[in-house]
């Protein structure tokens, strides 16, 4: 009677709810279908074609910024205001990829569909709110973006005082974007907290959720908790900017840096929620392809908790050379230490998941490798920044650029990329080619390493950041690392490209598309995997069965049908007399 | 495209050579500590990376298997196991932790007696004052003596950052910052021939420290980088440290760069004084209205004071202006030009003379006065 003793693929005839060959893609046809649908997975599906745009537009962005550098006078822009273009561009590659790509990516994009399919429910618990942030997002992101180009924004993603309340850019405007996208960062956090803790089925209690959950709502705790933080700060610059209230500009007895730790009370927590729903997709991922229960289940979910905690003490760190008193520097360096400790933990325990499993190298195993790999390096120089008479040499550095990249791109662009395809074959129900999907991964590795290891030596030997022309003796590393650019917009090309083909992007061509995928490629145990693939309109025929999360104990391969199967019903099953609001009742399977 | 590909061998050839260091000379007393602390948290890191991805590595092999298999063990969880290694990496972060910020309590505290050099950052440069008027981008210290820097910046946030001493510290608008660092290595002289060689090569312009990497005078430097972003030339906002071995060479250098050199005009000279030494915050060159007149308007012109007193601004009225500025204050101006008794020389003023005599429309090389100009000047 649990879903999965039921034969794969057997059709639940129940008059008034699309069946699954009726899926969430195709139950209404027409663009308004989708403009208008409260359907968390189009939300999320419709998220993720936004983030994957503005990565490609700062992406491209990003490959300007290192063709200029190839050059110590700089070989892309010319002229007079050559350095006026770059700071421009840099400027607008940090925003976007920040604001658009990097905070939307993983909770927005992947956590919209995710999240009701891992709780078995039909949605999120405000639909309206959902797509009402989306379209925040949209239209913030437009605002954001034509601010940026129109007026030339060239403060940096960081909008620095003095300098943001005295250039002549567009600073309210841009700012005013930002302020948008806060709110829909706001809502989508909302809506997840209220989610988790109000629909989870009988049976799922907290430490039965899977993994990914508890980083999202630990990221969604950030959410609520900190952009109001940036909201207040972007207000406040744009009342020092038109009415001169004398906060941040010295001019009016301002205080600088002021603005510095309302910037990085936000800030810094942001970056925990850029990383921690990639904690959550890598925890799945090693447990799912090793096939073999998470190790530590309860530390790693502490330690997510800890993170989104202990990240609201450490913004200090960002502000080391600034002048604040020495105490204070101390403190802040000293709890910058403790955050290490919870994020080396789940690297521990991603390895003991390994050991002894039974691994599969599949294209979203080798991406969350290739992600214990980079952020262990990114999380490791951190020790250098965190340490503060070291971080005197290398503070606004290249070495800088090189460990947030590591942490930010070796980590959560590398997670969200694995994510994609681990759950491409559920959001899209096509299998893409497994070939291709590797040989991404380990261009995006190799690309990604000749990037930015170089960039760790140039700040060491003090190539500062922010340059649009640099000494001649920085030369030969920066050419190094433009190389490795072209490598990484590569392999992403070829990630792209696999997976567009697998739905069949490029059949006018004469590229098939995938094969139809079955309800569990993977060998899954959440509760994702028990729904069809893609999932039906209301994700689920009947209540599924909620068991452990990472018990594959009775999931068999079945080597013909390429795909995973429960064989015995030994899942703990959900009481009867406890009604759900699903489509499909009990009476069915019984 | 092609040309970039056939430099790569060569590239990585210069990567690779045997003169490869990780990082620049060491040149302060912080740089050897600095340098020893990093990379004892590198060989920590190491020892803990190399087993992380050893691991990796290993159980990807190890335990790759076929579809289907079962794993091995199940095992969920181990708490000695995980409590260890939770807690005993703290015990290098303690260490890493405590050395770091030892270091940096010394690389904050000033010594006593340290030689103090007057910082001023603005988009996009630095003036370093050594004090009797005595100002100059280049930064010249003493060796073996600590040096302390009194920052402030005079529009947006700088920051000083001298990779050869390992020390930096931004400049804070609205605020005094402090750094201080002591260089243990004095900077070369090059050889009078090659001195001569490259000033003649350089010509009259500005010079190239990139190409010829020893300043005008001719010594070795150390660069010194802005690293707070600060618009469009921040990237350019470059000067130079030099060390000296002896006070008394030090002393011959202020002496040199605080005199008119032989070869340059007053004119030219009054013109680097009205950049260096401040007259162009409040006077301008074009007319507008600032703190003072403008010295478009100065030289030669008929001035009214504010007792009521009616003068024409000659040599005499403008040096008497500089050393005396609260004497005859032109009427509508407040009297808040500070003297400048003492910081300029007579060479000096007679050069700012010569310069305002240049850019003013009442100089002996004045222009017929056009129509438009006259109701301009008219007020």
Same mark, same amino acid.
């Given at each position: 009677?649990?879903?999965?003793?039921?034969?794969?693929?057997?059709?639940?005839?129940?008059?008034?709810?699309?069946?699954?060959?009726?899926?969430?893609?195709?139950?209404?046809?027409?663009?308004?279908?989708?403009?208008?649908?409260?359907?968390?997975?189009?939300?999320?599906?419709?998220?993720?074609?936004?983030?994957?745009?503005?990565?490609?537009?700062?992406?491209?962005?990003?490959?300007?910024?290192?063709?200029?550098?190839?050059?110590?006078?700089?070989?892309?822009?010319?002229?007079?205001?050559?350095?006026?273009?770059?700071?421009?561009?840099?400027?607008?590659?940090?925003?976007?990829?920040?604001?658009?790509?990097?905070?939307?990516?993983?909770?927005?994009?992947?956590?919209?569909?995710?999240?009701?399919?891992?709780?078995?429910?039909?949605?999120?618990?405000?639909?309206?709110?959902?797509?009402?942030?989306?379209?925040?997002?949209?239209?913030?992101?437009?605002?954001?973006?034509?601010?940026?180009?129109?007026?030339?924004?060239?403060?940096?993603?960081?909008?620095?005082?003095?300098?943001?309340?005295?250039?002549?850019?567009?600073?309210?405007?841009?700012?005013?974007?930002? %302020?948008?996208? &806060?709110? *829909? /960062?706001?809502? $989508?956090?909302?809506?997840?907290?209220? @989610?988790?803790?109000?629909?989870? +089925?009988?049976?799922?209690?907290?430490?039965?959720?899977?993994?990914?959950?508890?980083?999202?709502?630990?990221?969604?705790?950030?959410?609520?908790?900190?952009?109001?933080?940036?909201?207040?700060?972007?207000?406040?610059?744009?009342?020092?900017?038109?009415?001169?209230?004398?906060?941040?500009?010295?001019?009016?007895?301002?205080?600088?840096?002021?603005?510095?730790?309302?910037?990085?009370?936000?800030?810094?927590?942001?970056?925990?929620?850029?990383?921690?729903?990639?904690?959550?997709?890598?925890?799945?991922?090693?447990?799912?392809?090793?096939?073999?229960?998470?190790?530590?289940?309860?530390?790693?979910?502490?330690?997510?908790?800890?993170?989104?905690?202990?990240?609201?003490?450490?913004?200090?760190?960002?502000? %080391?050379?600034? &002048?604040? *008193? /020495?105490?204070? $520097?101390?403190?802040?360096?000293?709890? @910058?230490?403790?955050?290490?400790? +919870?994020?080396?933990?789940?690297?521990?325990?991603?390895?003991?998941?390994?050991?002894?499993?039974?691994?599969?190298?599949?294209?979203?195993?080798?991406?969350?490798?290739?992600?214990?790999?980079?952020?262990?390096?990114?999380?490791?120089?951190?020790?250098?920044?965190?340490?503060?008479?070291?971080?005197?040499?290398?503070?606004?550095?290249?070495?800088?650029?090189?460990?947030?990249?590591?942490?930010?791109?070796?980590?959560?662009?590398?997670?969200?990329?694995?994510?994609?395809?681990?759950?491409?074959?559920?959001?899209?129900?096509?299998?893409?080619?497994?070939?291709?999907?590797?040989?991404?991964?380990?261009?995006?590795?190799?690309?990604?390493?000749?990037?930015?290891?170089?960039?760790?030596?140039?700040?060491?030997?003090?190539?500062?950041?922010?340059?649009?022309?640099?000494?001649?003796?920085?030369?030969?590393?920066?050419?190094?690392?433009?190389?490795?650019?072209?490598?990484?917009?590569?392999?992403?090309?070829?990630?792209?490209?696999?997976?567009?083909?697998?739905?069949?992007?490029?059949?006018?061509?004469?590229?098939?598309?995938?094969?139809?995928?079955?309800?569990?490629?993977?060998?899954?145990?959440?509760?994702?995997?028990?729904?069809?693939?893609?999932?039906?309109?209301?994700?689920?025929?009947?209540?599924?069965?909620?068991?452990?999360?990472?018990?594959?104990?009775?999931?068999?391969?079945?080597?013909?049908?390429?795909?995973?199967?429960?064989?015995?019903?030994?899942?703990?099953?959900?009481?009867?007399?406890?009604?759900?609001?699903?489509?499909?009742?009990?009476?069915?399977?019984? | 495209?092609?040309?970039?590909?056939?430099?790569?061998?060569?590239?990585?050839?210069?990567?690779?050579?045997?003169?490869?260091?990780?990082?620049?000379?060491?040149?302060?007393?912080?740089?050897?500590?600095?340098?020893?602390?990093?990379?004892?948290?590198?060989?920590?890191?190491?020892?803990?990376?190399?087993?992380?991805?050893?691991?990796?590595?290993?159980?990807?092999?190890?335990?790759?298997?076929?579809?289907?298999?079962?794993?091995?063990?199940?095992?969920?969880?181990?708490?000695?196991?995980?409590?260890?290694?939770?807690?005993?990496?703290?015990?290098?972060?303690?260490?890493?932790?405590?050395?770091?910020?030892?270091?940096?309590?010394?690389?904050?505290?000033?010594?006593?007696?340290?030689?103090?050099?007057?910082?001023?950052?603005?988009?996009?440069?630095?003036?370093?004052?050594?004090?009797?008027?005595?100002?100059?981008?280049?930064?010249?210290?003493?060796?073996?003596?600590?040096?302390?820097?009194?920052?402030?910046?005079?529009?947006?946030?700088?920051?000083?950052?001298?990779?050869?001493?390992?020390?930096?510290?931004?400049?804070?608008?609205?605020?005094?910052?402090?750094?201080?660092?002591?260089?243990?290595?004095?900077?070369?002289?090059?050889?009078?021939?090659?001195?001569?060689?490259?000033?003649?090569?350089?010509?009259?312009?500005?010079?190239?420290?990139?190409?010829?990497?020893?300043?005008?005078?001719?010594?070795?430097?150390?660069?010194?980088?802005?690293?707070?972003?600060?618009?469009?030339?921040?990237?350019?906002?470059?000067?130079?440290?030099?060390?000296?071995?002896?006070?008394?060479?030090?002393?011959?250098?202020?002496?040199?760069?605080?005199?008119?050199?032989?070869?340059?005009?007053?004119?030219?000279?009054?013109?680097?004084?009205?950049?260096?030494?401040?007259?162009?915050?409040?006077?301008?060159?074009?007319?507008?209205?600032?703190?003072?007149?403008?010295?478009?308007?100065?030289?030669?012109?008929?001035?009214?004071?504010?007792?009521?007193?009616?003068?024409?601004?000659?040599?005499?009225?403008?040096?008497?202006?500089?050393?005396?500025?609260?004497?005859?204050?032109?009427?509508?101006?407040?009297?808040?030009?500070?003297?400048?008794?003492?910081?300029?020389?007579?060479?000096?003023?007679?050069?700012?003379?010569?310069?305002?005599?240049?850019?003013?429309?009442?100089?002996?090389?004045?222009?017929?006065?056009?129509?438009?100009?006259?109701?301009?000047?008219?007020?």
């Amino acid at each position: 009677m649990s879903a999965g003793s039921l034969p794969s693929g057997s059709q639940v005839k129940d008059p008034g709810y699309p069946t699954p060959s009726e899926n969430y893609l195709t139950n209404s046809k027409g663009i308004l279908s989708w403009i208008f649908t409260l359907d968390h997975k189009r939300i999320g599906v419709m998220y993720l074609v936004g983030v994957t745009l503005a990565f490609g537009v700062a992406g491209l962005l990003a490959l300007l910024i290192r063709l200029h550098l190839f050059q110590p006078d700089g070989m892309v822009f010319q002229g007079e205001e050559a350095n006026n273009w770059y700071n421009q561009v840099f400027t607008l590659h940090g925003a976007i990829m920040v604001f658009l790509f990097i905070i939307p990516s993983v909770p927005a994009a992947l956590g919209n569909f995710l999240v009701p399919v891992m709780l078995g429910a039909k949605d999120v618990a405000f639909p309206r709110l959902n797509l009402c942030s989306f379209y925040l997002w949209v239209f913030g992101a437009l605002f954001f973006v034509s601010a940026l180009c129109a007026s030339g924004l060239d403060t940096g993603w960081t909008f620095y005082t003095p300098y943001s309340t005295t250039t002549d850019s567009s600073v309210i405007l841009a700012t005013s974007g930002a %302020f948008i996208l &806060g709110f *829909s /960062s706001i809502f $989508t956090g909302l809506n997840f907290i209220v @989610t988790i803790n109000t629909m989870r +089925p009988p049976g799922m209690t907290w430490f039965r959720m899977p993994l990914f959950l508890w980083a999202t709502y630990a990221t969604s705790i950030i959410q609520v908790l900190a952009t109001p933080v940036l909201g207040i700060t972007l207000l406040l610059l744009i009342a020092e900017r038109t009415m001169h209230i004398g906060i941040f500009d010295p001019e009016y007895n301002g205080d600088p840096v002021t603005f510095q730790h309302f910037f990085w009370f936000y800030s810094h927590p942001a970056v925990y929620i850029m990383i921690l729903p990639a904690f959550g997709i890598i925890s799945d991922l090693i447990s799912v392809h090793s096939h073999k229960r998470i190790f530590g289940y309860r530390f790693i979910a502490y330690s997510s908790i800890a993170i989104a905690l202990l990240g609201f003490l450490v913004w200090g760190h960002h502000m %080391f050379t600034a &002048g604040m *008193s /020495s105490l204070t $520097t101390i403190i802040f360096s000293a709890l @910058t230490f403790t955050v290490s400790v +919870p994020s080396a933990i789940k690297v521990f325990n991603w390895l003991a998941t390994m050991y002894k499993g039974s691994i599969s190298l599949t294209t979203p195993m080798c991406y969350a490798l290739s992600f214990i790999f980079l952020f262990t390096i990114g999380g490791l120089t951190g020790l250098h920044l965190g340490t503060l008479a070291t971080d005197m040499h290398l503070h606004d550095t290249y070495f800088v650029v090189a460990h947030f990249h590591y942490v930010m791109v070796g980590g959560t662009l590398v997670a969200f990329l694995g994510g994609v395809f681990h759950w491409w074959p559920k959001m899209f129900g096509k299998m893409y080619s497994e070939a291709g999907g590797r040989l991404s991964a380990f261009l995006v590795f190799a690309g990604f390493n000749l990037t930015f290891l170089p960039q760790f030596i140039l700040g060491s030997r003090g190539m500062p950041r922010r340059y649009a022309t640099y000494d001649p003796e920085f030369a030969g590393l920066h050419q190094m690392s433009t190389y490795g650019s072209m490598l990484l917009g590569f392999g992403l090309l070829v990630a792209l490209f696999v997976l567009l083909r697998s739905v069949g992007a490029f059949s006018r061509f004469g590229l098939a598309c995938g094969k139809k995928a079955p309800a569990n490629p993977w060998g899954g145990a959440t509760l994702e995997w028990q729904c069809t693939s893609p999932p039906p309109f209301y994700n689920f025929e009947r209540a599924p069965a909620v068991g452990d999360p990472y018990d594959f104990s009775d999931l068999e391969w079945e080597a013909d049908e390429e795909r995973y199967v429960t064989v015995e019903p030994k899942r703990e099953v959900i009481p009867e007399e406890q009604p759900k609001p699903a489509p499909a009742h009990a009476e069915d399977s019984n | 495209m092609f040309a970039l590909m056939n430099n790569m061998p060569h590239l990585l050839g210069d990567q690779l050579a045997s003169k490869f260091t990780w990082f620049p000379e060491q040149a302060s007393t912080f740089a050897a500590e600095n340098d020893w602390l990093f990379f004892f948290i590198t060989w920590i890191c190491v020892l803990f990376f190399i087993p992380i991805a050893g691991c990796l590595f290993y159980f990807c092999w190890k335990y790759c298997k076929p579809k289907g298999q079962k794993a091995e063990s199940n095992t969920a969880h181990n708490t000695p196991l995980e409590l260890a290694w939770s807690i005993l990496p703290s015990f290098f972060l303690v260490a890493m932790f405590v050395m770091g910020a030892r270091s940096y309590l010394n690389q904050r505290t000033v010594p006593e007696g340290a030689n103090n050099i007057g910082l001023k950052a603005f988009k996009w440069g630095w003036t370093m004052d050594y004090g009797k008027g005595v100002m100059n981008p280049e930064l010249h210290i003493l060796a073996n003596e600590p040096t302390k820097l009194s920052m402030r910046s005079s529009d947006v946030i700088h920051s000083v950052f001298v990779p050869a001493f390992r020390a930096k510290k931004d400049v804070v608008p609205g605020r005094y910052n402090y750094m201080w660092f002591e260089a243990d290595v004095a900077s070369e002289r090059v050889s009078d021939e090659e001195l001569a060689k490259a000033k003649f090569e350089n010509g009259d312009g500005v010079w190239d420290y990139d190409k010829w990497q020893f300043t005008q005078d001719g010594y070795r430097f150390f660069d010194l980088y802005c690293t707070e972003y600060c618009g469009k030339n921040h990237s350019v906002m470059q000067t130079v440290v030099v060390v000296h071995e002896t006070v008394e060479d030090l002393d011959a250098w202020i002496e040199k760069v605080s005199k008119r050199p032989a070869d340059q005009t007053p004119e030219a000279w009054g013109e680097k004084l009205y950049n260096q030494r401040g007259c162009a915050g409040c006077h301008s060159l074009d007319g507008t209205k600032r703190v003072g007149p403008s010295f478009k308007e100065s030289y030669g012109n008929q001035r009214r004071f504010a007792d009521g007193t009616n003068a024409t601004a000659d040599e005499d009225y403008i040096r008497n202006s500089i050393l005396y500025p609260k004497k005859q204050v032109v009427e509508g101006y407040q009297p808040v030009m500070p003297s400048y008794q003492g910081q300029l020389s007579d060479d000096d003023i007679a050069s700012i003379i010569a310069y305002l005599k240049t850019v003013s429309d009442y100089g002996p090389k004045a222009a017929p006065v056009t129509d438009d100009e006259e109701t301009n000047i008219e007020e």
